[in-house]
C-alpha cells in the first residue's frame, strides 16, 4: 500500500531564510510525487509534481522539490521565504492505475513565518 | 464552470441527522474523488468515480458513508446518522480521465457535527 509521511508537524521561520520540508514516501512502482499548498480559508494548491525525468523540480511560487530514489523522499525546498508562504503543505504520491488512480496525502507540514 | 464547485460551504447539523454534500466537476472531466480533512490533519481518500466504471469505495469510513454519481456529472457524498467524529472539512476533485497530474480540487464542505 501507499503512504506518505512527514515528519515535521510544524515548522517555524524567519522571512528570508531558506525552508526545507521533509517528505518521505512508500509506493510499489515509480511513483507521481506533488506539493501542494493549502492558505487559510483557501482551496488546495498545486505547487509542483513529479514524474519522471529530471529529479529536481521547478514549481511556483519559487519552490522547487528533488526526487531521491534510494531514500523514497521528494523534499520541498525555497530559498528565500516570504510571510505570504506560511501555509500548510502537504506530500501526495499516486498515480499508476493499479492504486486505482488516486493520490495519497501525508499529514501536512504548518509552516509559520517570522518577521 | 471554470472550477470545481461543492456546496454549501458550510454546515452545521446535529448528531444522528443524515447530511447530503454536493459536488459539482469540472465539465468534461470524468473523473471525481472525494476526500475528507479532519482538523489538524492530511487528506483521507473516501470514493472515486471514473466514467462508467464501478467506483472504488475503498475509503468509505463506514456503512454510514455513500456517495453517488450519474454519468461525468454532479456527485452528492450522503452521511447518515451523523457522529461528532465526521466533523471534517470534506473535499471533492476532478481530472480529465483520471490523470491525477491534472486533478484540480474545490474549496471543500465544512461539516460541523454538534
Known amino acids: 500500500a501507499q503512504s506518505v509521511t512527514q515528519p515535521d508537524i510544524h515548522i517555524t521561520v524567519s522571512e528570508g531564510a531558506s525552508l526545507e520540508l521533509r517528505c518521505n514516501y512508500s509506493?510499489?512502482?515509480?511513483?507521481?510525487l506533488f506539493w501542494y499548498v493549502q492558505s487559510p480559508g483557501q482551496g488546495l494548491q498545486l505547487l509542483l509534481k513529479?514524474?519522471?525525468?529530471?529529479?529536481l523540480v521547478q514549481g511556483i511560487k519559487g519552490f522547487e522539490a528533488e526526487f531521491k530514489r534510494s531514500q523514497s523522499s521528494f523534499n520541498l525546498r525555497k530559498p528565500s521565504v516570504h510571510w505570504s508562504d506560511a501555509a500548510e503543505y502537504f506530500c501526495a504520491v499516486g498515480g499508476a492505475k493499479a492504486a486505482g488512480n488516486k493520490l495519497t496525502f501525508g499529514g501536512g507540514t504548518r509552516v509559520l513565518v517570522k518577521p | 464552470g471554470a472550477g470545481v464547485s461543492q456546496s454549501p460551504s458550510n454546515k452545521v447539523t446535529e448528531k444522528g441527522k443524515d447530511v447530503e454534500l454536493r459536488c459539482d466537476p469540472i465539465?468534461?472531466?470524468?473523473?471525481l474523488y472525494w476526500y475528507r480533512q479532519r482538523l489538524g490533519q492530511g487528506l483521507e481518500f473516501l470514493i472515486y468515480?471514473?466514467?462508467?466504471?464501478?467506483?472504488?469505495k475503498s475509503g468509505l469510513p463506514s456503512d454510514r458513508f455513500s456517495a453517488e454519481r450519474t454519468g461525468e456529472s454532479v456527485s452528492t457524498l450522503t452521511i447518515q446518522r451523523t457522529q461528532q467524529e465526521d466533523s471534517a472539512v470534506y473535499l471533492c476533485a476532478s481530472s480529465p480521465g483520471g490523470k491525477v497530474e491534472k486533478l484540480f480540487f474545490g474549496s471543500g464542505t465544512q461539516l460541523s457535527v454538534l
Open positions: 513529479y514524474f519522471s525525468g529530471d529529479t
Open positions: 465539465s468534461g472531466h470524468t473523473a
Open positions: 468515480f471514473q466514467g462508467n466504471s464501478a467506483p472504488d
Open positions: 509506493y510499489g512502482a515509480t511513483p507521481y
